[in-house]
Nanobody, 124 residues
Framework: QVQLAESGGGLAQAGGSLRLSCAFS????????MNWFRQAPGKEREFVAA???????FYQDSVKGRFTISKDNPKNTVYLEMNILKTEDTAVYYC??????????????????WGKGTLVTVSS
């Protein structure tokens, strides 16, 4: 039913920028809060950013001031604008969503649907 499709990953230089997109389909976009997670090789999956349906945002401390999450409701699309990229940002980035409920935002275990991921590689 609900499907999430990430795009925009690729190679970027340290200090550069990259914009990821997540296309939502198969359900009512307005029922969900949207999240971005990432997983680097040999590391655990970690929360990156989230945006509530109402527009409120939340960020992992390591990306605050550099990354911006946003959404375009008519297009059913969520974005992650990544600026001042660091080599430490290299990872597979996943889009995920959860129905709106207490404690769900940013909690990987609470996600209802996941995208397949898009690889971001930052070189020095």
């Amino acid at each position: 039913q609900v499907q999430l499709a990430e795009s925009g990953g690729g190679l970027a230089q340290a200090g550069g920028s990259l914009r990821l997109s997540c296309a939502f389909s198969g359900g009512a976009f307005s029922r969900y809060d949207m999240n971005w997670f990432r997983q680097a090789p040999g590391k655990e999956r970690e929360f990156v950013a989230a945006i509530k349906w109402s527009g409120g945002t939340f960020y992992q401390d390591s990306v605050k001031g550099r990354f911006t999450i946003s959404k375009d409701n008519p297009k059913n699309t969520v974005y992650l604008e990544m600026n001042i990229l660091k080599t430490e940002d290299t990872a597979v980035y996943y889009c995920a969503c959860t129905t709106q409920r207490l404690g769900a935002l940013g909690n990987a275990a609470a996600m209802n649907y996941w995208g397949k991921g898009t690889l971001v590689t930052v070189s020095s």
